[in-house]
């Protein structure tokens, strides 16, 4: 069964709903399946069912990350030394429900390079990929910053095989990277602000990521971050960005992470990406999303909260193991992230994106001003938040000028109180006393 773009979005949304069923609800889910959704009910029922159907499953799937010794075969079908283009595959490196990626090497005797080949999973041929990529591959090729996987090339194969092939970066995800360290929140703001920079510097030039997550965001043993996949979303999008783009890159993309605007199908700018940092911030911050949903629950629930729930505070949900992740307990990190950083993340997660920071270099000016204790623009106006900032940023030089006020102060009220007593009446007694000596000096003068 052939599937259309829009109906591969479909698919990836309903299995999202179905997987996590086991066998007696996946039939149950089948039977309950939507009129609108009726069209799909056989390529799903393969999918889910396989055992019920001899024709096998169809090409369609959310393929789990594939281990360097896993014997899986992806759902292209290709296999270890298959040509792709110019490159040769060496190993699959990982798959997900739009696309597999393999390392590989330049074959053609042209040059050595070793790269990640990227194979999207497109339900047809088109025709319009080859004048597309050459169109758009220079641009991206020349995103050269030393926090960006280089984009070397894109084409299609002879035989119609779209693949992109990026620099190969050897890494861990972000978050998987920061926890095991156990950085604290001063070591993961400084590696975000890596993050913010490679943003700004492709923003800078027109170029907007659209996926922006952990996955996508590498650090490699040296403690240098990489982003991957710069540009690849806006190269595979029909012209027609506001329908086919939305269809199977809006929805398609990775939703925990994704703008409002994006899970609606609206045009995306580059508030998109920072709303995306904002969820990536929150989760480096906090160990976890701003959005609570059960285990199993569908993609149209994600979707309905990232567009529709208020999202609560970082500093109000810690994950379980976040402070020791962080090197501090949990009770410590919760006033660490309360006031400044809460305001920071939830300016990033405005649901209206002009309200949100109006750029990447922005948003990293404020953690900047943080780290320096330098009031933030995050922060409502207020007299006194000015004032508490300053003293937090000169703790030793407001406690000595402190200790000085309180020294002028003592001393100024020492003197004024031997000032009222010199000029207070004497009682009658003293003054009687003072007469009579004052007498008797008279007589023995005489």
């Known amino acids: 069964m052939a599937l259309s773009a829009a109906q591969m979005a479909q698919m990836s949304r309903l299995l999202d709903e179905a997987l996590p069923l086991d066998a007696a609800g996946r039939h149950r889910w089948l039977e309950q399946l939507a009129p609108e959704h009726r069209d799909l009910e056989t390529a799903l029922r393969q999918a889910l069912l396989p055992q019920d159907d001899a024709s096998g499953p169809i090409q369609l799937g959310t393929l789990p990350k594939i281990d360097a010794g896993d014997p899986t075969m992806p759902a292209s079908g290709l296999q270890t030394g298959a040509r792709v283009g110019p490159y040769q595959l ?27 080949l990227k194979l999207p999973l497109l339900s047809g041929r088109r025709r319009d990929l080859a004048q597309r990529f050459a169109h758009e591959r220079d641009i991206l090729a020349g995103l050269e910053h030393v926090n960006i996987a280089r984009f070397y090339d894109a084409g ?24 095991p360290h156990q950085l604290g929140l001063r070591e993961r703001i400084k590696l975000f602000l890596q993050v913010l920079d490679a943003v700004q510097y492709a923003h800078a030039r027109h170029v907007i990521h659209r996926d922006l997550k952990p996955s996508n965001i590498l650090v490699t043993e040296s403690g240098q971050v990489r982003l991957l996949d710069f540009g690849v979303a806006k190269l595979l999008a029909e012209p027609d960005e506001h329908t086919q783009l939305t269809q199977l890159y809006g ?60 999202i609560q505070r970082p500093s109000t949900q810690l994950a379980p193991e976040a402070g020791l992740a962080r090197g501090t307990t949990r009770q410590r990190l919760a006033r660490r992230l309360r006031g400044d950083l809460d305001a920071i993340v939830l300016k990033a997660l405005c649901r209206d994106r002009q309200q949100r920071y109006a750029s990447a270099s922005a948003l990293a000016d404020d953690l900047q001003r943080h780290l320096s204790g330098e009031p933030v623009e995050a922060r409502p106006d207020s007299l006194l938040y000015p004032a508490c900032r300053f003293v937090l940023r000169h703790r030793t030089g407001a406690a000595i000028a402190a200790a000085a006020t309180l020294a002028v102060s003592a001393a100024v009220a020492l003197v004024l109180s031997r000032r009222r007593r010199r000029c207070q009446p004497l009682p009658a007694q003293a003054w009687l006393l003072s007469a009579t000596s004052r007498s008797r000096c008279c007589r023995s003068s005489t």
């Open 90 to 116: 060496v190993r699959p490196l990982g798959a997900g429900g739009m696309a597999e990626v393999w390392l590989a090497q330049r074959a053609d005797g042209a040059f050595k390079r070793e790269v990640a």
């Open 251 to 310: 929805r398609a993309l990775t939703p925990d992470y994704a703008s409002p605007e994006l899970v609606r199908g609206e045009a995306v700018d580059p508030a998109s990406d920072i709303y995306s940092l904002g969820v990536v911030l929150y989760e480096l911050l906090a160990g976890s999303r701003p959005y609570r949903i059960k285990a199993g629950a569908s993609q149209a629930m994600l979707e309905r909260a990232i567009t529709e729930a208020q």
């Open 156 to 179: 299609v194969s002879p035989d119609g095989l779209p693949y992109l092939a990026m620099e190969y970066v050897p890494g861990e995800p972000l978050t998987s990277w920061c926890d």
